[in-house]
């Protein structure tokens, strides 16, 4: 089976502070995503990585940096944590399309909350 | 941008009833996906349907799709308590390197 760990299910920050999210998955996947999830709003994209090195704006990136060295690891850095930065975050990966997309696995997210 | 809208937004039923959830998106598609989250937990993949396909089952789950209503349903049936969940919808154009647009989701309650 598959397997997306995120380093922390639950983190405390302050704002102002510079956070760094950790994803790893085991089963070199090319794709891998960011997303954070809130009440009412469902989950949004916020970066996504095609491979090494490259990397993709999703749908609100702003304030939100990415980071993908090694194929099986990708970082998502807040610049500077702000209070509305306090949501759940989710990471998933998958393999490369096939003509139709690839289902995505999803870690157990972090739930970051900025004070 | 949403895509996907799901309907209803909860649904509470009793176990050994079926559930069926709705999903309407607004652009052409190549998939379409169903998720599902327990509480506190990331996404599980269920099942996933073609755009030239039109029924698909996989055990207890039955996942239809109508491309001329830009609509598909998800049918759980005889629904169990450890059935309850957020279900979501998520739509793939099939490029844009996997990119896929979920739905809000519905909240399913299954009682004992």
């Known amino acids: 089976d598959v397997k997306v760990t995120q380093s922390s299910r639950y983190l405390v920050k302050r704002t102002g502070e510079k956070v760094f999210l950790e994803c790893v998955q085991d089963m070199d996947h090319e794709n891998m995503f960011w997303y954070r999830q809130d009440p009412g709003l469902g989950l949004r994209l916020i970066y996504f990585?095609?491979?090494?090195?490259?990397?993709e704006k999703g749908d609100i990136p702003e304030g939100y940096s990415v980071s993908r060295e090694k194929k099986e690891r990708f970082s998502l850095i807040l610049e500077s944590a702000s209070t509305n930065q306090t949501s759940m975050y989710l990471c998933?990966?998958?393999?490369?399309?096939?003509?139709?997309?690839?289902?995505?696995?999803f870690g157990d997210g972090t739930r970051l909350s900025i004070l | 941008s949403q895509q996907g809208e799901e309907d209803p937004q909860a649904l509470s039923i009793q176990e050994g009833e079926n559930a069926t959830m709705n999903c309407s998106y607004k652009?052409?598609?190549?998939?379409l996906q169903w998720y599902r989250q327990n509480s506190g937990r990331g996404l599980v993949h269920l099942i996933l349907?073609?755009?030239?396909?039109r029924e698909k089952h996989s055990g207890r789950l039955r996942v239809t799709l109508d491309t001329s209503k830009k609509s598909s349903s998800l049918l759980i049936t005889a629904s169990r308590a450890a059935d309850t969940a957020s279900y979501f919808c998520a739509t793939g154009g099939g490029t844009s390197y996997g990119k896929l647009t979920f739905g809000q989701g519905t909240i399913l309650t299954v009682h004992p």
């Open positions: 998933a990966s998958s393999l490369v399309n096939m003509g139709y997309n690839q289902p995505q696995h």
């Open positions: 652009t052409s598609i190549n998939n």
């Open positions: 349907i073609r755009s030239n396909e």
């Open positions: 990585s095609y491979d090494v090195k490259m990397k």
